[in-house]
């Protein structure tokens, strides 16, 4: 009897043991998007940061230090070969997503991609590629899909609460024309542009409601730099239609509405941050509070936390094939409006 309790316990405490282990987080790219992460990691039980990769030691030395991080490199490499990370946030340009996802993953390497995952559907093929490759977990960090509003709306309008959607607007712009030419925003060769850093939240919500769309009609006014700097588009469904807009060269409404049979949704502003949301059913308008914890990154940390603990190596929120429908989107976005890059 004695021998058969001394074995639950020691077993029992091994469960402790591994229930305490925390993830251990790396960044690729301590820029200002990876310091926003830092600080919601935080606020996430079963993680913590652990190291820091920048092209810049002294950069890489400053971030560890700001946000507690054990480990510093001065490449990328070193991060992707060292043994005290187990999950990558790819926090770097565009340009470079595809290409440090996939060093990582075939370090072994879990990775959180920053959005878009990939330039375009052929990049995001290879990156899926290698994670089914290496068997790890790869997602792309598109966090307003874990916002508490967002989900709680695709909820409602899944259990048809506003009856059939048939109207969905949503937008996302402000002005950055004033920004240094070279900066990301408005360079060519960094993939510059309204399209694929914003304009990706409107096309997203609008595939995450009322799926992929059987026609788009977009157009796109450019910069003197040559990027696409303002975008409009309609996505028209059998029986919906969305009209969406992104663009750098104004400060526009950033309200996201959802029109139904029986009602309508509206995400407050800026919806793709959103603290609540306003239902109107029946002739009655009702705001509901529903604050993110922190900025609203710890959402996506918590969704990746539960898949690498469930032994997961992709999320049935935001799939694999959900960024590959994505970027396929923004595809036939940019070919309709002749949005290229020097690079292609």
């Known amino acids: 009897m004695l021998k058969i309790r001394s074995k639950i316990h020691y077993i029992w405490e091994n469960q402790e043991s591994v229930m305490a282990e925390k993830i251990r987080w790396g960044i690729v790219g301590p820029g200002r998007i990876a310091q926003s992460f830092a600080q919601d990691l935080k606020l996430v039980e079963g993680g913590e940061l652990t190291a820091v990769a920048s092209r810049s030691l002294d950069r890489a030395r400053e971030f560890a230090d700001e946000y507690g991080a054990a480990h510093s490199y001065g490449s990328y490499q070193e991060i992707f070969e060292a043994d005290t990370v187990d999950v990558l946030y790819i926090a770097t340009p565009h340009t470079s997503h595809c290409e440090l996802s996939i060093e990582a993953m075939n370090h072994g390497k879990h990775v959180l991609c920053e959005k878009p995952m990939g330039i375009d559907a052929d990049q995001v093929k290879m990156m899926v590629s290698a994670a089914k490759k290496n068997e790890v977990f790869l997602m792309e960090a598109l966090w307003s899909r874990f916002n508490p509003s967002i989900l ?125 949301y306003i239902a109107e059913l029946d002739g009655d308008e009702k705001s509901f ?21 469930s032994g997961l190596l992709q999320s049935d929120k935001w799939s694999l094939q959900n960024s590959l429908d994505l970027v396929n989107l923004l595809d036939e976005v940019r070919s309709l409006t002749d949005t290229t890059f020097p690079f292609e």
Not at 228 to 243: C, G, K, N, R, V
Request: glycine share 10%; net charge negative; with cysteine.
């Open 152 to 276: 709680k709306v695709k909820q409602m309008v899944d259990e048809g609460i506003i009856g059939e959607v048939a109207f969905l607007n949503a937008n996302f712009g402000f002005y950055a024309l004033d920004r240094d030419e070279d900066s990301r925003l408005l360079n060519p060769d960094l993939a510059g542009g309204s399209l694929l850093d914003i304009g990706i939240y409107p096309i997203f919500l609008a595939y995450l409601i009322l799926g992929k769309p059987d026609r788009i009609e977009a157009i796109s006014k450019f910069h003197s730099t040559g990027i696409e700097a303002q975008t409009s588009m309609i996505f028209d469904y059998p029986y919906a239609q969305a009209l969406l807009s992104s663009g750098l060269r104004s400060k526009i409404s950033m309200k996201a509405e959802i029109g139904g049979s029986e009602g309508s949704l509206y995400l407050q502003e800026r919806w793709h941050e959103t603290q609540g």
């Open 289 to 309: 509070d529903l604050p993110t914890k922190g900025i609203g990154y710890s959402h996506e940390i918590e969704e990746v936390h539960e898949c690498l603990n």
